[in-house]
């Protein structure tokens, strides 16, 4: 079984969003129905990364990862020229 980690970025105030599940395609669909509490007020939501393995708790351990300073600067250096434009 895969266990995805991804980020969605708020196209309201351009803050990200971190997360991991089993089924991709779900979570996103309940995003952007705006069934998830901790997004409904930060609609649109937009995925614009993601990584997939196959253990949950390699992917609780990069989730938690990706929400520290470290893991913000990865991502911002990993996305650079998606954010710039």
Known sequence: ???YVY???SQR???FYTGYTKDLKKR???HYQGRVVSTKDREPL???YFEWGLNEKDAIHR???LKTTYGKRYLRNR???YLTG
Do not use: F, H, V
């Open 7 to 9: 980020i969605l970025q």
């Open 46 to 48: 937009k995925l614009i």
């Open 63 to 65: 989730e938690k990862y």
């Open 28 to 30: 996103l669909r309940l």
């Open 79 to 81: 996305l650079r020229n």
């Open 13 to 15: 105030d351009k803050k």
């Open 1 to 3: 079984m895969a266990y």
